[in-house]
């Protein structure tokens, strides 16, 4: 949303929508709300809940020539005069709704049992509530041409930060509460045992679990997609599952949306797994990523990530592979549809990790 799409006119000519009001720690304030703190008139850069107490008038840019140019939520760096009410020189804040961002994550992957189920994981950024569909399609993949497909997934969800307390579960998707939005839509799966949950989080660390009814294994698909437009973004995108050879080879995908190119982090973990205590670990990884629009053309490739280009940027931090076998790559894409496909150097098998992060 572009907080001065409107001719400033509309101040004067719409004022149910732009209603100047003293700042009462009552109401909530949301974008695009003006408010009169101080003396000061300022417009909203960011919701303000109500209850929340106001400690800085970083929640809102000045309505004044003196208002600052950086990101919004940015105070100025002097005290605004606030006998100036000429709004000429006035710079909008950057519009953050047209930013590149990662809406829709997935990895299809063999299910087995105990350590060789799908684990995947995902990061909710921001200081709003995200919805998100989840879904975990085994048995509409047969139709795909998919071989040894699961016959019937369930997923769970937790929160990285209490994985013990479950967020919620399901079996076949049409059971779900309020999953009726989307039926009849490109979302609904394909089969009635497949998996599907809508889920309202807090920002955070999610984790969703994948394995089969009455310990069925097959290959199944775990996928995270964005389900509202709220400013808060997936940013981070992990599964963890079974490489093996053929249509069990582990494969991510990600879609980037926006008007701006993305850099992303492609990292994939075989071998630091072990240290992890995670047994049958994938030895040696290899990973390539293509475009889904024209999947026949390689974007680039990585065996060992030390000999990626730029990769120097996550020596030392917490990017940094823990082993030499390890995969990883910085890509900088344009918006769309991508695949990422792990498999075993020398056609070896195991347990890896595949993950794409926000690097910008």
């Not at 990292?267 to 047994?279: C, D, E, N």
């Not at 990884?285 to 999947?295: D, E, I």
Request: hydrophobic residues 40%; aromatic residues 6%; charged residues 15%.
């Amino acid at each position: 949303m572009k907080l001065f799409s409107l001719p400033l006119i509309c101040l004067i000519i719409l004022p149910s929508l732009f209603a100047f009001q003293q700042h009462d720690q009552n109401l909530a304030y949301t974008h695009p709300a003006i408010v009169v703190k101080d003396g000061v008139s300022y417009i909203s850069v960011q919701n303000v809940d109500a209850g929340i107490a106001i400690t800085s008038t970083s929640y809102w840019t000045p309505l004044l020539n003196t208002a600052p140019t950086d990101e919004p939520g940015d105070p100025p760096t002097t005290e605004p005069d606030t006998s100036d009410s000429d709004l000429g020189n006035l710079t909008p804040p950057k519009d953050e709704d047209v930013s590149s961002k990662l809406i829709n994550i997935s990895t299809r992957g063999y299910v087995g049992t105990g350590d060789e189920v799908l684990i995947g994981g995902f990061v909710i950024s921001g200081d709003q509530n995200k919805t998100v569909l989840v879904r975990t399609l085994g048995p509409s993949l047969a139709s795909q041409g998919v071989s040894g497909s699961l016959s019937d997934p369930w997923v769970y969800v937790v929160n990285q930060a209490n994985p013990t307390v479950l967020i919620d579960s399901n079996d076949n998707w049409a059971s779900a509460p309020g999953i009726d939005a989307i039926s009849g839509t490109i979302y609904e799966p394909g089969d009635a045992n497949d998996s599907a949950m809508i889920l309202t989080l807090e920002p955070g660390a999610y984790t969703a679990v994948v394995s089969g009814i009455n310990n069925s294994t097959g290959v199944a698909l775990i996928e995270v997609n964005e389900f509202d437009q709220v400013n808060s973004k997936l940013i981070n995108i992990s599964t963890r599952g079974y490489v093996g050879t053929g249509d069990e080879v582990l494969i991510g995908g990600f879609v980037i949306s926006g008007d701006q190119n993305k850099t992303v982090l492609v990292r994939t973990l075989g071998p630091s797994l072990a240290s992890q205590g995670v047994s049958g670990s994938l030895s040696d990884p290899w990973v390539y990523v293509v475009n889904q629009a024209n999947p026949t053309v390689l974007i680039d490739s990585n065996d060992n990530w030390a000999s990626a280009p730029g990769i120097d940027a996550i020596s030392g931090t917490i990017y940094e592979p823990g082993d030499s076998n390890d995969s990883a790559m910085i890509l900088t894409l344009e918006p769309g549809a991508y695949t990422a496909v792990v498999s075993g150097i020398n056609n070896s098998t195991g347990v890896a990790l595949i993950e794409v992060n926000e690097f910008e």
